[in-house]
């Protein structure tokens, strides 16, 4: 799944840590309900301000915790070789983007369980504190929430659903076992799409026995699993269809350029209209100084087309992302993705001159070619 619109916090072991916006409403519904209902009922008599302190720390550690699951992961990845893109917080928890696939049964399974077992390193360590800190009492619920929270957080992620971590454990057993990638894909996902319906179902039937926002929490995290399993199984598929083919093979070699001095209202009228093209170089003198999309087009203001150029619009050549024609078409698309463009340049390696465009229709149609002839 990606994540796009995050607020950066920083680096950890050179990794981007970045919050999602929806975090922000599980963390003041996690410290809303220690602060507000949860500790006043475990442990009354405490001032209302005590309460909400002790519930933001735990809140804030909860949060931490879930960082050092994902480093866990991630660990584990960067030391086999795998890049770690970044580790994003959200509304479910959190997410580390490894960079891809791992090589062997053995990498997955060892990526995959490292995040369960820091959370359960984690439980014991909170236990010892509230061990420790038994007799100061905002201190005992701390750890004793925290202790309860990270042993459930590990247990969880040990279901054995693909995408979650017990179903990365799974998909590497099934592996190791079938010494196939894509069968044990099919069966952890398969599972994960099982756990996810069980998650929907028990949540409503939670609604409908009166636990209604209980119910509804869990019913909201089947359907997102749901959502992930289908993802993580296409996401795949996709991968192993463009693994081995590069750039060079799909791109589109003819691309007309327009001149630097075409307005936009010409461009639209005589180009996109008739055409179809959704990207143009813009070249003068023969050498592509930039490229202008459809998008840079809707940017401007209907009533400035016939004064703006496509130079004033376009994006030069410089400041964008390129693709080489020998790169992996995996890797570009992969690329594309994260940038969230539709299309990349592609320029020679020997003269940095323009080769070809490659546009995700490029690949779309390779795709569905590849499947029909059943290659
Ligand atoms: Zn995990």
Redesign the pocket.
């Known amino acids: 799944m990606s994540l796009t619109r995050s607020i950066p916090l920083g680096r950890i072991l050179g990794i981007p840590l970045g919050l999602d916006y929806s975090w922000f409403l599980i963390f003041a519904l996690v410290t809303w309900s220690l602060a507000g209902s949860y500790f006043p009922a475990q442990y009354p008599g405490w001032s209302t301000g005590l309460y909400w302190a002790i519930g933001l720390a735990t809140s804030l550690l909860f949060f931490a915790s879930v960082v050092l699951?994902?480093l866990g992961?991630s660990v584990i990845a960067l030391r086999n070789g795998i890049p770690v893109r970044s580790i994003t917080l959200f509304i479910f928890g959190g997410v580390a983007q490894i960079g891809r696939e791992p090589g062997s049964p053995g990498v997955e399974f060892r990526v995959a369980i490292a995040?369960?077992i820091v959370s359960f390193a984690l439980a014991g360590l909170f236990g010892a504190l509230g061990g420790l800190g038994a007799s100061i009492a905002p201190i005992a619920a701390l750890a004793t929430y925290l202790t309860y929270i990270n042993g459930s957080l590990g247990l969880f992620?040990l279901i054995p659903g693909f995408p979650l971590?017990g179903g990365r454990v799974f998909r590497a057993i099934v592996w190791r076992v079938t010494h196939s990638f894509r069968r044990a894909t099919e069966i952890a996902g398969g599972a994960g799409h099982f756990f996810a319906w069980l998650f929907i179902f028990w949540g409503v039937w939670q609604m409908f026995a009166g636990n209604f926002v209980g119910g509804l929490w869990i019913a909201f995290i089947g359907w997102f699993l749901q959502n992930a399993a289908t993802a993580s199984v296409q996401q795949m598929t996709l991968e192993r269809l463009l693994t081995g083919h590069t750039v060079g093979e799909i791109m589109t070699r003819e691309c007309p350029t327009l001149a630097p001095d075409v307005t936009l209202e010409q461009l639209v009228h005589d180009h996109i209209l008739t055409t179809g093209r959704r990207f143009f170089p813009v070249a003068r003198a023969g050498r592509v100084e930039g490229l202008l999309t459809l998008h840079h087009v809707k940017e401007i203001p209907r009533d400035r087309w016939a004064t703006t150029t496509v130079e004033q619009a376009m994006t030069p050549l410089a400041q964008l992302r390129r693709a080489h024609p020998g790169d992996s078409l995996w890797n570009a698309m992969q690329e594309m993705t994260a940038d969230g463009v539709n299309q990349l340049p592609v320029t020679d390696t020997a003269n940095g001159e323009l080769a070809g465009v490659l546009a995700r229709d490029n690949v779309l149609t390779f795709v569905r070619t590849l499947a029909e002839v059943g290659v």
């Open positions: 699951h994902e992961h995040g369960p992620n971590d």
